[in-house]
């Protein structure tokens, strides 16, 4: 909740972003925070961390209930049956998809919450850590009645809508052939494992920390954790990849080829009418 515009100040303020349940910054604890819990029909519900499996669900018990545990994935099917029309958010990387919990070789089964309720909107919000900017904002969008335009993997466009590559300072050096071979160095991170290239988010121009920086900017390369296939299909990090950039081109080009070939098509077509409208002036002559 780091959020600058809107800070926290003035999302509890102005926009009454006041969390009914949060098990970490509410005061209440026990007993009567799960009162609490179990009186909220939610008309926005978020979730931070990841799902266990149903089959493992005993490793996320958030309390108890007359003598009983309450299991995160029975929960949170509870609340979202208490309100179906709710805005369901998912924040961070891992309540979107599972996240490092969820990578391969996890023992939990751990996923995200578009996993669990696979039958509602889920508005993702990943990232590792996620913006807090972002989770602001989407609430301030929910609570305004604002339309949220999404992307497939259930982004907010205003956030996820363009590649982080096309925005990033050191993308001149890239474009030149330019790489840095150490991490102080200025060049463009491409070869130290930067994943900007199929990552999309807006950390190159909303930047962390108050707008003061992001990776590439402190020679970190990306990590793409704004992906929805983080950490898996990005690791190793550090290393470069060239054939996830070719996969994130690959349907760019398809498209672009498929227009130029209709163009061409088109072109040719128009000719051939041209030259056959041509040919019957001629012979009317």
Known sequence: MQGVHPDLYDA???????????????????EEAMEILGSVVPDILVLEGAIPSDSMKGACIIGERDGKPVYLNDELRRLSDLNPNAAHVAVGSCATHGGIPGARGNPTGAMGLKDLLKDRTIVNLPGCPPQGEHILLTAAAVILGLPLKLD????????????LHDE??????????KFAKNFSDPECL?????RGPVTFADCATRKWNGGVNFCMQAG??????FDLRFPDVMSPFYVSQDTLEL?????????????????????VALDALGR????DEEEEK
Do not use: E, W
């Open 168 to 177: 990033c300072p050191r993308r001149g050096y890239y474009d030149s052939g």
């Open 190 to 194: 491409y070869k130290l494992g930067c």
């Open 276 to 279: 056959r409208k041509k040919k």
């Open 152 to 163: 497939s993997q259930g982004r907010p466009l205003a956030f996820y809508g363009s590649l």
């Open 247 to 267: 996969d994130a081109t690959k349907k760019f080009f398809d498209v672009l080829i498929a227009g130029t070939m209709a163009t061409a098509a088109g072109y």
């Open 220 to 225: 970190a390369p990306c990590i793409g954790c």
């Open 12 to 30: 509890v303020q102005i926009l009454n972003v006041i969390p009914a349940f949060h098990n970490t910054i509410m005061p209440p604890f026990g």
